[in-house]
């Protein structure tokens, strides 16, 4: 099987393909032949806009990523250092089709097949999912007039808003995550509207076993208003709410409903300064007690006009954890977020002060590089860290038992290079080195910093 997946990937290596792709492959441009606006010859043009009958048209691509890691002391040498000095193999293959039927409809679906070799510790959902039908969905188009258009989307599928801090399908890891709904989007030249109803998919490692988890669900609005008077930035408020049969935290756990007010104001459009600027208070009910929590977050970025091009970058969380041994809960629920701290660092910008500073540089025009810093405080002394999504990651409690007085999670280096050779080949490596800080020394007991290496090839077509 091994060799048969090795054999597959080499293959597919020869064959040249598309670039420019986007990472959730449904909102590539799949009118591609027609307008071209990609601007890529392919020797497989076949593949691509296939005239199944008049007005009805299909498209096939998909991807295939192979990547290695190295790590040592693995969650600062937790679980006695088992995956030292082994490395892991990940294979992902994605193959995905898009049906086009006129003007109002289409069908988009995805398989998706993940395999990891190497861990001590294998069989992680993150690393492996055999195979499993990853997105299926049904889009409906029309124009509600001349100014307004209306697309609802039903089905199995990918979302992410806001840089993916609360809703992302998670790229990083070897598998992906998606959720089943329905979802609307209502666009004019002066806002978009989405509206949208979810169950997080579960996921299990073995052929078609994944299903939606219906103990869980979200819905919410979330619009995005252009503010082109003031330095063209975007407005973004959004309502949430999301219901866990059984939400678990350090101090509570329960039945969960949980209401999420944000505002996020942003200018992310690539010109020398930039900003992203996002508050969000939650309120609501777990089990018979009340939650009161809140997220702030903040970038800057600047690019230098000189050689390299390199982009400066400062950005701080201050996210809310639970206080103290009252009933009320102020642990910040992310939901469903993105690997924020990469995959070095499974935690969650929950109970978390941080400040993060990063260069970014183009040495040449296909070759991105990236360096970072994070500093990583504990907001409360009551609480410990979450892992992604939101489960249990790192004990309030010392080693000798009682609440750690203790705050400093860790400094997280980042080194990280990409190469993009040939608009649809990726090569990527990324350095971590992450410090053990007090609050880890007091409540881990041997606990050691960690490094991790992950390289990647990546190929789309
Ligand atoms: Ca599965």
């Known amino acids: 099987m091994k060799n048969i997946r090795i054999a597959f990937f080499f293959i597919l290596l020869n064959i040249s393909a598309f670039g420019q792709v986007q990472n959730s492959r449904f909102a590539d441009n799949f009118d591609l032949l027609k307008k071209d606006t990609l601007k890529i010859n392919t020797p497989l043009p076949e593949l691509k806009s296939m005239a199944i009958a008049s007005d009805c048209k299909l498209s096939i691509g998909g991807e295939i990523r192979e990547q290695f890691q190295y790590y040592a002391n693995e969650n600062w040498a937790a679980n006695g250092n088992l995956n030292n000095n082994k490395v892991s193999v990940l294979q992902r293959y994605a193959l995905h089709a898009n049906f086009t039927l006129g003007k109002h409809f289409r069908i988009y679906s995805e398989i998706f097949s993940a395999f990891e070799d190497g861990r001590k510790t294998p069989n992680r959902i993150i690393d492996e ?238 070759l991105d590089l990236k360096a970072q810093v994070f500093y990583i405080m504990r907001n409360s002394n009551s609480d410990g860290l979450y892992s992604p999504p939101m489960g249990l990651a790192h004990t309030n409690k010392s080693i000798t038992g009682s609440l750690s007085d203790k705050d400093y999670v860790c400094t997280m280096y980042w080194l990280q290079g990409t190469y993009n050779f040939r608009k649809y080949i990726q090569l990527g490596l990324t350095y971590n080195y992450v410090t053990n800080g007090n609050y880890i020394e007091n409540t881990q007991m041997d606990s050691k910093e960690t490094h991790f290496i992950n390289t990647f090839v990546r190929l789309r077509f």
């Open 129 to 366: 999912n055999k195979l499993d039908l990853h997105q299926v969905f049904f889009d409906f188009y029309t124009k509600l007039n001349e100014n307004n258009d209306l697309i609802i989307r039903i089905g199995r599928q990918e979302m992410a808003y806001a840089q993916g801090k609360l809703f992302h399908y998670r790229d990083a890891t070897n598998t992906r995550q998606a959720y089943e709904g329905i979802k609307t989007e209502w666009k004019n030249k002066h806002f978009q509207i989405d509206a949208f109803y979810m169950n997080p998919l579960l996921y299990k490692t073995n052929v078609f076993d994944d299903k939606a988890n219906y103990d869980n669900h979200f819905y919410g609005i979330w619009a995005k208003i252009p503010l082109k008077n003031i330095f063209s930035s975007n407005l973004e408020p959004y309502l949430l709410n999301s219901y866990k049969k059984n939400a678990v935290f350090y101090n509570q756990s329960g039945k969960q409903n949980r209401y999420t007010f944000g505002l996020r104001w942003h200018k992310t459009d690539a010109q020398p300064f930039n900003f992203d600027i996002d508050a969000a208070v939650q309120t609501g009910t777990i089990g018979d007690n009340s939650i009161f929590a809140y997220n702030l977050q903040g970038e800057i970025s600047y690019k230098l006009a000189i050689p390299w091009n390199p982009t400066l970058r400062l950005a701080t969380e201050f996210v809310s954890g639970d206080r103290s041994s009252t009933n009320q809960l102020e642990t910040f629920d992310v939901l469903y977020p993105l690997n924020y701290y990469g995959l070095v660092l499974p935690i969650v910008p929950t109970n978390i002060k941080d400040i993060v500073f990063g260069i970014n540089a183009q040495p040449m025009p296909k």
